[in-house]
């Protein structure tokens, strides 16, 4: 595992203990890396580290539409390190995280949109420049699209005629393949977080498990719609 990983993992663990955060029970299931559960309400947070040698704050590798989902809700904090020794922290609440999130999104929402829309106006003819046309496809010819993204369970649960594919269910594979690629080409490969963006979320330097829930605590106070 390189280098970077164990640290950002050490570092990771440090803020759990430190914050006396709780770890998710399957966290790359669970896509969060710490909750923490205050009244009966469970928040989940993302950790983050980072140092001035640094230009920011790195994310994921393939930004997209579920991470966007994801992160809207979710309770940010950032540990920042100084020759492996943590000197203080920022916390941020989903309000905090939104501009950031926002300009991602709107930065790659219409690849996405294009994704979703652009596939099914494909026709058989646009299909049969590519691939050939044929009165039954094989396998092979799926394979060729989808290469090792499907199982070998999943092709034969596909066909819709014995040992292949008629034209148009060979489309719907087309089309389904013509979606990945445009999402996959549509995320954003680690966009950092620039260190400037945390400067006005809230610095925590001593006890922290008391003074993060604390400050969630005003934040879910403040985002309670008024009683009638």
Known sequence: MPTDFVQDDVREKRLIDLFNLSSPANPVRHGTDAVLRIDNVEYEFE???ATTAKG???????????????WANQHWIIGFFEGGKLTNCRYGSPDNMAPW??????YIRADFEMAKYVPDHTTLRTMHKILGKKAIYTRAD???LHKNQLSAARYTELMDIEGGYTPNRMLEIFK????????????LNNPHIPLKFFNSWSLITEDHALRLR??????AAAAQPPQP
């Open 47 to 49: 950790l983050k580290s």
């Open 56 to 70: 920011g704050v790195s994310t994921v590798r393939d930004l997209g539409p579920d991470h966007i989902e994801k």
């Open 101 to 106: 999130i926002n300009e991602k999104w709107e």
């Open 142 to 144: 799926a394979k060729k």
């Open 176 to 187: 389904d393949r013509a979606r990945y690629v445009i999402k996959r080409g549509s995320t």
């Open 214 to 219: 604390e400050l969630v605590r005003e934040w």
